[in-house]
């Protein structure tokens, strides 16, 4: 097959902020469009059928993960991580695809990647949220200072590991000089998350869990 570079297919909309929601659903039409292979562009009609078939799986692939994504809490920052190499959402008005090699072949399998990326960094922050507001919830309940005496903060540190457990790596309980600290994989690293009594968040990102665990045990401040 001989490369053929062609230009972005764009998938418009009026320019004015964009929710995720509908940066999803112009992302859908996007993968819907037509692939237009050029058979001039193939040494056999066997080649060109067997990029067909990939297109076409890239495709299905696509459209479940845009279900999935939907269903992730809209997250902005993790939007733009994970769409940020060659499918971009381009000045909050259209998706473009800068092709590689041949456009038909790829554009469907960016798709792929980026929605891959997008829902493995945003489930982690949207656990914290969740985690954030259980916390809030126990200290609201019962003061901090028997929070921190009380069999409840093992069963909270233990039913934090039952919900989100596949995410996280390290539970730093809380005490009364220094917030609930909870380590969470994320696709490029660790995150250090420190979570207040109020639910109030704040988050670094590292490259390592050995990191992450330094900057939490106090050692790194």
């Known amino acids: 097959m001989s490369t053929v570079v062609r230009s972005s297919t764009v998938?418009?909309?009026?320019?004015?902020?964009?929710?995720?929601?509908?940066?999803?659903?112009?992302l859908e039409t996007f993968v819907r469009q037509r692939p237009r292979f050029d058979s001039c562009d193939?040494?056999?009609?066997?080649?060109?059928?067997?990029?067909?078939?990939i297109v076409a799986r890239d495709k299905a692939r696509a459209?479940?993960?845009?279900?999935?994504?939907?269903?992730?809490?809209?997250?902005?920052?993790?939007?733009?991580?994970?769409?940020?190499?060659?499918?971009?959402?381009?000045?909050?008005t259209e998706w473009q695809y800068c092709a590689g090699q041949y456009w038909p072949a790829e554009y469907r399998a960016a798709a792929v990647h980026g929605l891959?990326?997008?829902?493995e960094y945003a489930?982690?922050?949207?656990?914290?949220?969740?985690?954030?507001?259980?916390?809030?919830?126990?200290?609201?309940?019962?003061?901090?200072?028997?929070?921190?005496?009380s069999v409840s903060k093992n069963f909270f540190d233990d039913e934090i590991m039952?919900?989100?457990?596949?995410?996280?790596?390290?539970?730093?309980?809380?005490?009364?000089n220094s917030p609930l600290r909870v380590i969470m994989k994320t696709p490029t690293g660790h995150m250090l998350c420190e979570i207040t009594e109020r639910g109030e968040i704040s988050t670094?990102?590292?490259?390592?869990?050995?990191?992450?665990?330094?900057?939490?045990?106090?050692?790194?401040r």
């Open 63 to 92: 459209l479940a993960l845009l279900e999935l994504a939907r269903l992730v809490p809209a997250d902005e920052m993790a939007f733009s991580a994970a769409f940020s190499s060659r499918l971009t959402w381009n000045a909050a």
């Open 116 to 119: 891959r990326a997008y829902i």
């Open 42 to 53: 193939y040494e056999s009609m066997s080649a060109l059928r067997a990029d067909q078939r």
């Open 11 to 26: 998938v418009s909309s009026s320019v004015r902020d964009v929710s995720i929601r509908e940066r999803l659903d112009q």
């Open 162 to 176: 039952r919900e989100f457990g596949n995410h996280i790596t390290d539970i730093i309980p809380a005490s009364v």
């Open 123 to 149: 489930r982690p922050r949207a656990d914290v949220q969740e985690i954030a507001r259980m916390y809030q919830r126990v200290t609201e309940k019962h003061s901090l200072t028997r929070f921190m005496q």
């Open 204 to 220: 670094q990102e590292f490259t390592t869990r050995a990191m992450a665990r330094w900057m939490a045990s106090g050692k790194g």
